[in-house]
């Protein structure tokens, strides 16, 4: 059984992400990389970027991660940020530690293609 089917589908992906983008939106950290998101477009691939993340059916079909971050300087204090927002947002919707781990596992490797790194130069 997929980890989509475990925690419950389509309604439990779509009432995480609602809860999550609460989270997100009062984070004085990460509300600033949201001004003048369109919240419900954002939510609906977020919702479809997930459910395929985690072995659901949604097809993900918006820009691959880090086309869809590029030029947005995200720094690792508001990958963290996002990361605790999600275990939280989990944690309150009753999701099982083991399978909050795996949904970790598949998406912490999200980190250095979203986290903008300044380039180095070579001398």
């Known amino acids: 059984m997929s980890i989509y089917d475990q925690i ?10 609602d809860l999550f983008y609460d989270k997100v939106l009062a984070d004085d950290v990460l509300a600033p990389y949201f001004t003048g998101t369109d919240m419900r477009r954002q939510k609906a691939h977020m919702r479809a970027f997930l459910a395929a993340a985690i072995g659901g059916p949604a097809i993900y079909a918006g820009r691959d991660m880090g086309a869809a971050h590029r030029g ?3 720094t690792d204090e508001a990958f963290d940020h996002v990361v605790d927002h999600l ?6 919707l009753s999701v099982p530690q083991g399978i909050i781990g795996e949904i ?20």
């Open 104 to 123: 970790g596992a598949k998406l912490l490797p999200l980190r250095d293609v979203v986290v903008q790194r300044p380039s180095v130069v070579a001398a």
């Open 72 to 74: 947005l300087g995200v």
């Open 87 to 92: 275990v939280a947002t989990l944690t309150e």
């Open 8 to 17: 419950g589908g389509r309604d439990a992906v779509a009432a995480a992400v």
